[in-house]
């Protein structure tokens, strides 16, 4: 029985979905203390340290699994988890009709095995109408999400293209982590 060291609803929605039996856990990480203006470069160092935190928290008797994922804007930005529904609006204004990459990076540990990973899933979206867009903030369902975004909802309709998967962009690259939750331990 793995570790989801995570307080995401939406990465334990994923493991239900992928039929993975897990005990979920959260971990304190501060990802204020993170300097780096790259994308990829702070979504590994925040599962990294999830991960750290998460071993001398609960060792490594059991697996353990923890997980980051930003929005890089097609700038190269890194858009977090709004502060409030002005910043949820700032935010997804800035993916509207543009490419943006969601991208999740994962640290699986157990006694033997240790494996990380870093996916991205590529979005280019349409133009959010506006009303829309406000339904959406009204709803609140854009908290605690990177980017206010959710691929499976509020942003389906606007999607172009996609190069990815969907799994990385809510917050876990299951896929690619399923072989390694497979092995025993
Ligand atoms: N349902 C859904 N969730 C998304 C989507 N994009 C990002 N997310 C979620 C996954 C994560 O829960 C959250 C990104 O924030 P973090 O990586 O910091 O994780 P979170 O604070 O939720 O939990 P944790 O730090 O692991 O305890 O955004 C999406 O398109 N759909």
Same mark, same amino acid.
């Given at each position: 029985?793995?570790?989801?060291?995570?307080?995401?609803?939406?990465?334990?929605?994923?493991?239900?979905?992928?039929?993975?039996?897990?005990?979920?856990?959260?971990?304190?990480?501060?990802?204020?203390?993170? @300097?780096?203006?790259?994308?990829?470069?702070?979504?590994? @160092?925040?599962?990294?340290?999830?991960?750290?935190?998460?071993?001398?928290?609960?060792?490594?008797?059991?697996?353990?699994?923890?997980?980051?994922?930003?929005?890089?804007?097609?700038?190269? @930005?890194?858009?977090?988890?709004?502060?409030?529904?002005?910043?949820?609006?700032?935010?997804?204004?800035?993916?509207?009709?543009?490419?943006?990459?969601?991208?999740?990076?994962?640290?699986?540990?157990?006694?033997?095995?240790?494996?990380?990973?870093?996916?991205? @899933?590529?979005?280019?979206?349409?133009?959010?109408?506006?009303?829309?867009?406000?339904?959406?903030?009204?709803?609140?369902?854009?908290?605690?999400?990177?980017?206010?975004?959710?691929?499976?909802?509020?942003?389906?309709?606007?999607?172009?293209?996609?190069?990815?998967?969907?799994?990385?962009?809510?917050?876990?690259?299951?896929?690619?982590?399923?072989?390694?939750?497979?092995?025993?331990?």
């Amino acid at each position: 029985m793995i570790y989801l060291c995570s307080s995401s609803e939406s990465r334990a929605l994923l493991l239900n979905n992928f039929g993975i039996d897990f005990i979920q856990k959260s971990v304190a990480y501060d990802e204020e203390q993170i @300097t780096t203006s790259i994308a990829k470069d702070f979504v590994y @160092t925040a599962s990294k340290g999830k991960l750290n935190a998460a071993i001398r928290a609960f060792g490594v008797e059991s697996p353990l699994l923890c997980a980051d994922t930003v929005i890089a804007a097609s700038d190269g @930005t890194i858009l977090r988890k709004p502060k409030n529904r002005e910043d949820a609006r700032r935010i997804l204004n800035i993916q509207s009709g543009s490419t943006i990459s969601i991208i999740s990076s994962a640290h699986y540990k157990s006694k033997r095995l240790a494996f990380s990973d870093i996916s991205a @899933t590529h979005y280019h979206f349409s133009r959010f109408e506006e009303e829309d867009l406000e339904r959406y903030l009204e709803s609140g369902l854009w908290q605690g999400k990177a980017g206010g975004c959710m691929v499976e909802g509020f942003c389906k309709k606007y999607i172009q293209s996609v190069d990815g998967y969907e799994s990385t962009a809510m917050g876990l690259q299951v896929e690619t982590l399923l072989p390694w939750i497979k092995v025993k331990n």
